[in-house]
Nanobody, 121 residues
Framework: DVQLVESGGGLVQAGGSLRLSCAAS????????IGWFRQAPGKEREGVSC????????RYADSVKGRFTISSDNAKTTVYLQMNSLKPEDTAVYYC??????????????WGQGTQVTVSS
């Protein structure tokens, strides 16, 4: 079974940094892309960043370009999201998922449980 476990969330002041981790198992890690998504209260889930684990190509939402960096360690089957220069509007529950693109197209079983990121002003 696919398992994704996020960690690294927390409370940080604006301008600070956090590093999220997504430990993956149950599938051939190298063959898939992993996406980070977030959902703030009252808002729809949105894509933040994505990495293809085989060729390490990456994508970012415009709102996080230049501040967030996605990476992956294929030996550890873990994806990371380094978040710098955090803003209050980055406050959300952050999820990783197997796949990228529209969150509505990713099956329920391909998601982690989420980790809360709160940025205080």
């Amino acid at each position: 079974d696919v398992q994704l476990v996020e960690s690294g969330g927390g409370l940080v002041q604006a301008g600070g940094s956090l590093r999220l981790s997504c430990a993956a198992s149950g599938f051939t890690f190298d063959d898939y892309a992993i996406g980070w998504f977030r959902q703030a209260p009252g808002k729809e889930r949105e894509g933040v960043s994505c990495i293809a684990n085989r060729d390490k190509s990456t994508r970012y939402a415009d709102s996080v370009k230049g501040r967030f960096t996605i990476s992956s360690d294929n030996a550890k089957t873990t994806v990371y999201l380094q978040m710098n220069s955090l803003k209050p509007e980055d406050t959300a529950v952050y999820y990783c998922a197997v796949g990228c693109g529209s969150s509505s197209l990713i099956p329920h079983d391909y998601w982690g449980q989420g980790t809360q990121v709160t940025v205080s002003s």
